[in-house]
């Protein structure tokens, strides 16, 4: 009884058969139950669902398109509208553009003829293929070359070329195109031809560097250089189809595609990425992710990199053609780097290595002004560090760049403007720079 009373007073121990068996039970039903919907899902997936995953293992295994993390394969094809209302043109990106050239050609209205003017160096690698595009559409086509080199984007060059161009009467008449084939000396050149000529040809870009890919190639700035400053006789004209074939980078050298990048970083400065896409990561992200690829100019990767510049570029250059607001962000960087560039001398640095350098002292100096945090610089300056940029350079005199940026022709009432980062993705425009602050920015004590 004592055990009986003892027994009632303990809490009840149940028999755990039952329980198990109970428990076994429903982990079964819930098994069964998963699977039949599991299978039901497969049968009522979109077609591509399988195949999507089945190409994204594929396409790393291919060695091909890592993007970012987490996400989608890239597409080997994009194309980006331009809008300037009725002056609107597409640009499409992607190997084996270059093929395309005859039948993007023979779209548009009236086109005959069209006379092709490259660089020396690129009418050798990439003419022929240019020339044997536009005749396979039925066109009549001829190739006008020049010396390579900035020291020929000059009013003697245009002379010459000009001469050569209305030389091929009567091939020529106003419907006839120009096809500017090569990097941003060629667009600048062969893009005021166009514009001058005739008093005005329609004209197709075909940019080779990536520099004219993602810059040059955008916004129908055609120039020439003249003895008191780069660009200053040029005129608006905006071409009527831009084609960037990615596959041509192959045969550019890695100075040529770092300098490119540094144009690349300073967009993704200036807006956080080119997203009409809905992609997740911003452009600096995607840059830092993919160096590697880049750098060897993997094609699927460059596409994408490529048609996010563009975008951001089309972007800016829509809202703001004549660059009265927003199309002065493309700036940043730049009122240092021109200076640095004209200081240090022609052939002494690249242009883009000029705006790394550049880009790095306005930052400094935007956080010793407090406009933005020191995570800002320190993320600049590791990017173009990672891509090979640099972002210091011995023996620069800031007495010398502070008088060179005096006569920059966007100094307006003798103050200095530059366009600084206010945070990662995010530029405003200052009027009152000191000398002072460029002085601290780009010092021995800064580099
Ligand atoms: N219009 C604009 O909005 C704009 C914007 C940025 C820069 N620009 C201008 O662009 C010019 C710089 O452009 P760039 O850096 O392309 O210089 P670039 O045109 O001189 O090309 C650089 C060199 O690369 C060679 N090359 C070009 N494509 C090649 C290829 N696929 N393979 C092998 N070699 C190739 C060229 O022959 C040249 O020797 C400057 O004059 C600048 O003012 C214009
Ligand atoms: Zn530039």
């Known amino acids: 009884m004592v055990v009986g009373a003892s027994t009632s007073s303990r809490p009840t121990v149940p028999n755990p058969a039952p329980i198990v068996l109970l428990a076994c039970l429903v982990m079964a039903v819930v098994v069964v139950l998963l699977r039949m919907r599991v299978r039901r899902s497969a049968e009522n997936a979109p077609a591509g669902w399988q195949y999507k ?38 640009v499409r990106i992607g190997p084996g553009e270059l093929d395309r050239l005859g039948a993007a ?63 091929v009467s009567p091939l020529i008449d106003r419907d006839t195109l120009i096809v500017a084939l090569g990097g941003g000396v060629t667009g600048d050149l062969a893009g005021f031809v166009a514009a001058s000529a005739l008093r005005g040809l329609r004209w197709i870009q075909c940019p080779t560097t990536l520099l004219a890919d993602v810059d040059a190639s955008v916004g129908g700035k055609t120039a ?61 992200d995607f840059i830092d992710a993919n160096a590697a690829a880049i750098l060897s100019a993997q094609e699927t990767v460059m596409t994408e990199l490529v048609a996010r510049n563009v975008a951001i570029k089309a972007a800016v250059v829509s809202a703001d053609e004549r660059e009265s607001g927003e199309r002065s962000h493309l700036n940043f960087g730049h009122t240092v780097g021109h200076a640095v560039e004209t200081h240090l001398g022609l052939g002494k640095i690249t242009h883009g290595e000029a705006v790394s350098l550049g880009m790095v002292a306005e930052c400094r100096l935007a956080v010793t002004r407090r406009l933005c945090n020191h995570s800002v610089l320190e993320r600049l300056e590791g990017l173009l560090k990672k891509l090979g940029l640099p972002v210091r350079w011995a023996g620069l005199d800031p007495a010398a760049c502070w008088a060179i940026m005096q006569h920059d022709k966007k100094v307006r009432g003798g103050k200095v ?15 009152d720079i000191r000398e002072s602050e460029v002085s601290k920015a780009l010092g021995s004590d800064a580099q």
Do not use: W
């Open 53 to 90: 995953s089945l190409r994204y293992s594929l396409s790393e295994d291919a060695g091909g398109s890592p993007a970012v993390a987490g996400q989608e394969p890239l597409p080997m094809q994009r194309t980006i509208k331009v809008n300037l209302g009725e002056r609107s043109y597409d």
């Open 105 to 167: 050609a023979a779209a548009l209205p009236a086109a005959r003829s069209a006379v092709v003017i490259a660089d020396a160096t690129v009418a050798e690698l990439y003419g022929p293929r240019a020339v044997e595009s536009l005749q396979g559409a039925g066109l009549t086509a001829a190739i006008i070359d020049f010396p390579a080199g900035e020291e020929h984007k000059t009013l003697v060059t245009f002379g010459h070329v000009t001469d050569e161009l209305l030389a």
């Open 224 to 284: 020439v250089d003249h003895p008191a400053g780069k660009n200053l006789i040029g005129a608006f004209h905006q071409p009527s189809a831009v084609l960037i074939d990615v596959s041509v980078l192959s045969t550019l050298d890695g100075r040529q595609i770092r300098t490119g990048l540094a144009e690349c970083v300073k967009h993704g400065m200036i807006r956080p990425d080119g997203r009409p896409y809905g992609r997740d990561a911003t452009l600096l």
């Open 417 to 431: 403007r530059m366009v600084l980062p206010t945070a990662l993705g995010q530029v405003n425009v200052f009027n």
